[in-house]
T-cell receptor
Framework: QKEVEQNSGPLSVPEGAIASLNCTYSDRVSQSFFWYRQYSGKSPELIMS????GDKEDGRFTAQLNKASQYVSLLIRDSQPSDSATYLC????????????FGTGTKLQVIP | EAGVTQFPSHSVIEKGQTVTLRCDPISGHDNLYWYRRVMGKEIKFLLH????????ESGMPNNRFLAERTGGTYSTLKVQPAELEDSGVYFC????????????FGPGTRLTVL
């Protein structure tokens, strides 16, 4: 079982719709959760971080965390063609080590 | 403020050769990380420096990889001798002192071993 699992997609949504990206993780002691956006050929860019159960909103983005279900999601409202990218879920475990574990990413395509 | 920079952006070498990748973190960031993404796989952690000390090198694949950060500023990652499976994109990231969550990534070095 992978430590962080994501559907590779592509996920296609029409412009203006809500895009829903999902991620599950295996390490129950994970404390911090991140969503990175990566455009083709570019470096990952941190767009959201979430640390406690519930929702966190930032503009058109909402991150949702459910630690009991080991599930984290990212909602993108009013999707724009410029949102087309690969979205990487990443998990940071607590403890002595500070490494971040990434999923393989979900490719999102927003159709104009 | 300049971001994380990496050099070279691309490197093509033959199996058995040596390659050295360089990363310059954001100025003042004590934490520096190396990651690697091979084709079709997830980004994988290689190691973490705090200043010049290796905090965690649990992700280094084998002893053909050597990372250094002399003086606690820029870092180098040397692969010697390179093997075909070392091909991939090597990312460097940095984060401020006391904060390991918000990591800023560099553009990556695409390494191709022929």
């Amino acid at each position: 079982q992978k430590e962080v699992e994501q559907n590779s997609g592509p996920l296609s949504v029409p412009e203006g719709a809500i895009a829903s990206l999902n991620c599950t993780y295996s390490d129950r002691v994970s404390q911090s959760f991140f969503w990175y956006r990566q455009y083709s050929g570019k470096s990952p860019e941190l767009i959201m971080s979430i640390y406690s159960n519930g929702d966190k909103e930032d503009g058109r983005f909402t991150a949702q965390l459910n630690k009991a279900s080991q599930y984290v999601s990212l909602l993108i409202r009013d999707s724009q063609p410029s949102d087309s990218a690969t979205y990487l879920c990443a998990v940071h475990s607590s403890g002595g080590y500070q490494k971040v574990t990434f999923g393989t990413g979900t490719k999102l395509q927003v159709i104009p | 403020e300049a971001g994380v920079t990496q050099f070279p952006s691309h490197s093509v070498i033959e199996k058995g050769q040596t390659v050295t990748l360089r990363c310059d973190p954001i100025s003042g960031h004590d934490n520096l990380y190396w990651y690697r993404r091979v084709m079709g796989k997830e980004i994988k952690f290689l190691l973490h420096f705090v200043k010049e000390s290796k905090q965690d090198e649990s992700g280094m694949p084998n002893n053909r990889f050597l990372a250094e950060r002399t003086g606690g500023t820029y870092s180098t990652l040397k692969v010697q001798p390179a093997e075909l499976e070392d091909s991939g994109v090597y990312f460097c990231a940095s984060s401020p002192t006391g904060s390991t969550d918000t990591q800023y990534f560099g553009p990556g070095t695409r390494l191709t071993v022929l």
